[in-house]
């Protein structure tokens, strides 16, 4: 039986395996190669075996050096076959059959993995817990197998086997007490003197205190990490909160208890213990020890399942023993028969098929942990990096020539955000020798990958150094770069967290392509995703020439991203230029991204060249800016690439953003010249210690387009300011009337073209209606199938923004009156634009919602905001129906679109 139950755990392992586990598995992997590779470096050693108690790592080390870099993901596989021969050497002597015995144990295990489906990845995956089970349960059936002849020998056996198991994992030592009850039972039974066994158990612990003990008092209850952490956890709180927390915790365990056995196996567990009554050492080696495990994890941190684990490796032999006790009391009626004697063995033989088939039924919902990677991608990726990690160092000898300095103040702002935020590039140093090995940079939260290397050489990860700083020390840099959707975290992209590494590095280098012997660059499938190398180089060329994007008609901007130029020259001497052919367009080329207004025709076989007497970076992704295209300017902490044309006048770049206190101005770059007009939308935002809020006055030249008000705090604020389109730049000036605690911070502009016939609309209730909507609008309401709307108050207005005023508009409003109570006044709607009234066509839109259709002529004055104003009479749900909702209500507005009409007017 424990060859039919190693071979199911091995099918199980082969389903779930992966040779790229991050988390934990990762970090105990890592510590083992650490060891392995250098065990005699103080530094690395004492790192290794302080974070966690040092005989995992130990093991994994060993394994390394006996059976190569990957034996580490199987070794819990034959530590959990130990831990099944283990159990059934301890069930055998409780046991009247070898069934019985083997009933107990294939249901133990069966019970492990499919009570919580994690529980394969815990026992399975390189956890310390299955090498501490292993351990305590050797020491069980150590002592169960006492003999007058031998208590000695296997009383010290077990002693150390506890020990080990303590320095594999801490809270091992709730195992103590229940193995000193077993070797007094089993010690009374063979008539031995039991505190001579106990004292062959105590001794190997006696000893070690003795020799640790000085040492603990040197180093400190610091030393390690994880004890350190438990320790003051308990040392910081009252034993009242104490108290409290444990019994918060032994109700979430007991839960994970029901959870995972059901009524029926907490009925099998008290059946157990009946069934094995007569051999009261088995109260040590499971109810105390699996009660002890329940009490420690109760109070120290958050119950989690894996910590649960322990309560239920010593709970489910009891429930096999409950099982075989049904089968013994549903048997003993039928034995009376001579032709039925047998029905017990029988019995037992269907509990093993049953078991067997439920097991082979679970493999098929279990997958790994994450994305599956090979062994054969491993491989790969091993024989692409390890070559690349034993280049050697090449220090920079002349900075100048080399294109890189250290940072000047100026653009070590520009770069702060990159260096500390969370789109930090993420750096991988192999073997850990030297500070001028070679790095390996991947993405932050590709875990997969990251995983993936430390699957095969010993790794060091760390954000502790920028890329830039090894650059010029002159330290081999490369990046693996995902190609399409290369999977982040467990199959996942994870959006929204700043730039990719690329676009970091891009910044101050080059990337070049890793190619083979064959010319082609390099590339390697890892999981669900597939990967390119690149060699990370300084810029080295004074001369850079890209050719020119073909242009379709109408395009009149040039777009061209000169990245971090000169964030590392010294002085003020260098000059970049910008040609198009033989034409100069630009003298003096600042970083970030530039815009040229190019109205003429350029030649599609034209070629555009940056130079300069720095070196200057090689893609700078020159590009059309459409007349139909939306630019979206980020400017915020996470901003690629650097606006530096954008914000040009009284914006400084502080803490990570664009600041200004004064006058500023914003330089927007229009294509055209174009019918029609730009659609700016300027996210502002004030940081104020005072806690002040302000007003920002909106110019264009001279005239005031409009002001608004800025609230303190990190508040977002948005709005739109028609301007007059024609080609080239258009200035927008920005006035703050702010304390002098006060800064206003610019995080993003989008500029949206729009042409004469552009169709607008305002779905009232989303997320973006505010940027239409002015005063007279309660919160935003939503119906049972999800349609939001708002209502009035008696009155509201809607800021209408037309491209074009030479033209009648259509505007359609979808509204209702369907909610408005029947005690209350008729709405009596009255709708005005621009203060003129107008009359609308109504129509019934279904579902108790109108449309009012409108025909209207904007104002002449393009730089004025036209407004639709609706007033109606009020109501209010408290007085006409006795609901707590005092709001004054006009009615509900859902949608208002407007779009040219056909004709002029």
Not at 118 to 129: C, I, S, V
Request: aromatic share 10%; glycine share 8%; proline share 7%.
């Amino acid at each position: 039986m424990p060859g039919l139950i190693s071979l199911l755990l091995w099918l199980t392992a082969c389903r779930i395996q992966t040779y790229a586990i991050a988390h934990d598995p990762g970090q105990y992997i890592q510590m083992g190669r650490i060891l392995a590779e250098d065990p005699w470096r103080s530094d690395l050693s004492r790192e290794a075996l302080t974070f966690v108690a040092p005989v995992y790592p130990l093991v994994l080390a060993l394994v390394v050096k006996v059976f190569g870099l990957l034996a580490p993901y199987w070794l819990n596989l034959v530590l959990m076959a130990g831990c099944v021969a283990m159990l059934t050497l301890m069930i055998r002597k409780w046991s009247e059959s070898g069934l019985e015995r083997d009933v107990v144990v294939l249901a133990a295990c069966f019970l492990l993995f499919a009570g919580y489906r994690q529980n394969a990845y815990f026992l399975l995956y390189p956890f310390r817990e299955t090498l501490s089970f292993f351990l305590i349960l050797s020491a069980f059936a150590s002592l169960v197998s006492i003999r007058e002849s031998s208590y000695r020998l296997k009383g010290m056996l077990a002693g150390v086997c506890l020990l080990l198991a303590i320095g594999t994992r801490e809270p091992s030592v709730c195992a103590l007490p229940g193995a000193l009850w077993c070797a007094w039972w089993v010690a009374r039974k063979n008539h031995i003197r039991p505190w001579r066994v106990c004292a062959c158990l105590i001794l190997p612990f006696m000893a070690v205190v003795t020799v640790a003990l000085p040492i603990l008092l040197v180093v400190g209850r610091g030393a390690n990490l994880q004890l350190a952490s438990w320790l003051d956890v308990v040392g910081r709180q009252s034993p009242a909160i104490l108290l409290s927390r444990t019994l918060d915790g032994m109700l979430a365990l007991w839960g994970f208890l029901k959870d995972e056995l059901g009524p029926l196996g907490l009925v099998l567990v008290a059946g157990g213990l009946l069934h094995w009554r007569r051999h009261i050492e088995t109260w040590g080696c499971f109810i105390f020890t699996g009660f002890l495990f329940f009490v420690f994890y109760s109070h120290v941190g958050e119950p989690h399942r894996r910590f649960f684990l322990a309560v239920m490796v010593f709970t489910v032999p009891l429930v096999g023993a409950g099982l075989c006790g049904a089968v013994k009391v549903l048997s003993l009626p039928l034995e009376r028969f001579p032709k039925l004697r047998s029905v017990r063995t029988w019995g037992y033989a269907v509990c093993l098929v049953a078991i067997s088939i439920g097991w082979l039924r679970l493999l098929p919902t279990l997958h790994p942990w994450g994305p599956f990677v090979s062994r054969q991608e491993i491989v790969r990726m091993r024989d692409i990096t390890q070559p690349l990690s034993l280049q050697p160092s090449q220090p920079v000898k002349s900075t100048r020539s080399n294109g890189l300095h250290a940072l000047p103040s100026a653009c070590q702002g520009l770069l702060k955000p990159y260096r500390f935020e969370a789109e930090q590039p993420f750096l991988v140093r192999f073997r850990r020798g030297s500070d001028d090995e070679p790095l390996f940079c991947v993405e932050k939260n590709n875990d997969v990958l990251k995983a993936a290397l430390a699957g095969h050489t010993t790794v060091r990860f760390g954000v502790e150094r920028f890329v830039y700083d090894e650059l010029i020390r002159g330290v081999p840099v490369y990046y693996i770069k995902p190609l399409g959707n290369a999977c982040f975290f467990q199959g996942r992209m994870i959006p929204d967290q700043g730039p990719t590494v690329e676009a970091v590095l891009q910044q101050y280098a080059d990337l070049v392509p890793i190619t083979g012997p064959d010319g082609n660059p390099i590339e390697c499938t890892l999981g669900d995703g597939r990967y390119a190398f690149y060699h990370v180089q300084p810029w080295s060329m004074k001369q850079a020439v890209r050719p020119l994007p073909l242009r379709r008609e109408g395009d009149s901007i040039l777009c061209v991203d000169a990245r971090a130029l000169h964030c590392g020259r010294m002085g003020d001497e260098a000059t970049t230029r910008l040609r198009i052919g033989n034409r100069v367009v630009d003298d003096q080329v600042n970083p970030g991204a530039n815009y040229y207004y190019l109205p003429d025709s350029v030649g599609s076989n034209a070629f555009v060249t940056l130079e300069s007497d720095q070196p200057v970076p090689v893609d700078f992704a020159p590009s059309w800016l459409s007349a139909d295209q939306a630019l979206d300017l980020d400017l915020s902490r996470f901003a690629f690439p650097m606006q530096g044309s954008i914000v040009q006048e009284g914006w400084e770049y502080v803490g990570s953003c664009w600041q200004s206190t004064n006058r500023a101005a914003l330089h927007l770059p229009v294509p055209g010249p174009v019918p029609g007009m730009l659609l700016v939308e300027l996210s502002l935002r004030v940081k104020s210690s005072a806690g002040d809020s302000g007003t920002v006055t909106v110019l264009d030249g001279a005239s005031i387009i409009r002001s608004f008000d800025v609230v303190r705090g990190n508040m977002l604020h948005r709005l739109l300011v028609p301007v007059d389109r024609a080609g080239g730049f258009k200035r927008i000036g920005l006035q703050p009337d702010l304390s002098t605690s006060s800064r206003l911070l610019i995080d993003r502009v989008r500029v949206r073209m729009l042409s004469a016939g552009t169709r607008l609309k305002c779905d009232v209730g989303s997320a973006d209606d505010d940027l239409f909507l002015g005063a007279g609008f309660h919160a935003r309401e939503r119906d049972a199938v999800r349609r939001s709307w708002r209502w009035t108050r008696d009155e509201a207005f809607v800021n209408l923004y037309f491209p074009s005023h030479d033209r009648d508009w259509n505007l359609e409003v979808r509204f209702s009156e369907q909610h408005r109570s029947p005690r209350a006044q008729p709405a009596q709607v009255a709708w005005s634009f621009n203060g003129s009234p107008v009359v609308p066509a109504l129509e019934d839109a279904g579902d108790g919602w109108l449309l009012a259709a409108f025909r209207l002529q904007p104002s002449r004055d393009t730089a004025a905001t036209n407004r639709l104003e609706i007033r109606c009479v009020p109501w209010s749900a408290s007085v006409c129906d006795g609901t707590p909702d005092t709001r004054q209500l006009g009615i509900m507005v859902d949608r208002i679109d407007w779009m040219p009409a056909s004709g002029k007017p």
